[in-house]
C-alpha cells in the first residue's frame, strides 16, 4: 500500500495541527500516512506521495523546520521524476508580496524536480479562513479520490 508522507512547517503550530487532522483522513481513506517534522531530503525520496503543509514566515520564508529539507532538495537537485505531490501553503493575504510564499517555494521547487503536481497548490488565507481545515479537508478528498 503506497504511504503518503506529510512533511510539515509550522510557526505556530496552525500547519503541524492542519497535518495532524489531513494525516487522519488519509488513514480513514485506508491510506497510509506518516508526518515528518520535518524530515529529510532522504525522506522525500523515499516518499511514495510528498503532501507538504507549510505556514509562511518573515518575507515569505520557509519556517525553520522544513527549510533545511526544501535547501537540501535544491543543493541535490534529484530528480524526483513522476512522484505524487501536494502543497498546502497557509497564509495572510494582508502581506500582498509574500502570500503563502513558502508553499509557493515548494511547489515552484518540486515542479522543477520533475515531481508530478496531483492538484494545484491550495493557498488557504487566514485572512478569509482562520480555520485551515474547512478548505483543506475537501481539497484532500480531492486528491485522494485520484489515487484510490
Known sequence: MRKISLFVGSVYGGAEQLADTLKKEIEQAGLKAELYLPGTVSDIISSDIVLIVTSTTGQGDIPSELE?????LKELS???????YGVIALGDSSYVDSFCGAGKQFAALLSQLQANPLADTLLIDAMENFEPEP??????KRVLAKLV
Open 78 to 84: 534529484p530528480t524526483l521524476s513522476n512522484k505524487p
Open 135 to 140: 478548505v483543506a479537508v475537501p481539497w484532500l
Open 68 to 72: 533545511a529539507v526544501f535547501l537540501g
